[in-house]
């Protein structure tokens, strides 16, 4: 996380507290892809991820979800090595992500 002063940190730390009492009524999948999304990830990407992408609480982000013209595609992405991506989740990621195994989450991003 990017953070330009101290008001930016405390606010920061406001919207993550108010994001996991605010998820914690929420269906499984639904939680964990808004979690992903508080952390900058897109509903693409979060779609397209596997459990293996995640490793500790580092997320590597490899693929994409696009529409093209014959409905859903996978992209693998990125296209330069210099556009990798990777997302440090907090220490305590595993209360909302849980068990980590398989394909991560069953929609598309158009759901």
């Not at 990125?78 to 989740?89: A, G, H, I, M």
Request: charged share 30%; aromatic share 10%; proline share 5%.
């Amino acid at each position: 996380m990017r953070c330009i002063n101290d008001y930016t940190v405390i606010e920061a730390v406001k919207g993550y507290i108010t994001l996991k009492e605010n998820i914690q009524n929420s269906d499984g999948e639904l939680k964990k892809a808004i979690y992903l999304a508080f952390f900058g990830i897109r509903r693409g990407e979060i779609c397209a991820l596997e459990y293996s992408d995640i490793e500790e609480n580092l997320v590597h982000i490899p693929r994409d979800i696009i529409r093209g013209r014959n409905g859903w595609i996978v992209k693998d992405i990125p296209e330069t090595s210099e556009s990798e991506r990777y997302v440090l989740l907090p220490d305590d990621y595993k209360d909302i992500i849980g068990k980590v195994t398989g394909k991560s989450f069953p929609f598309l991003p158009a759901q």
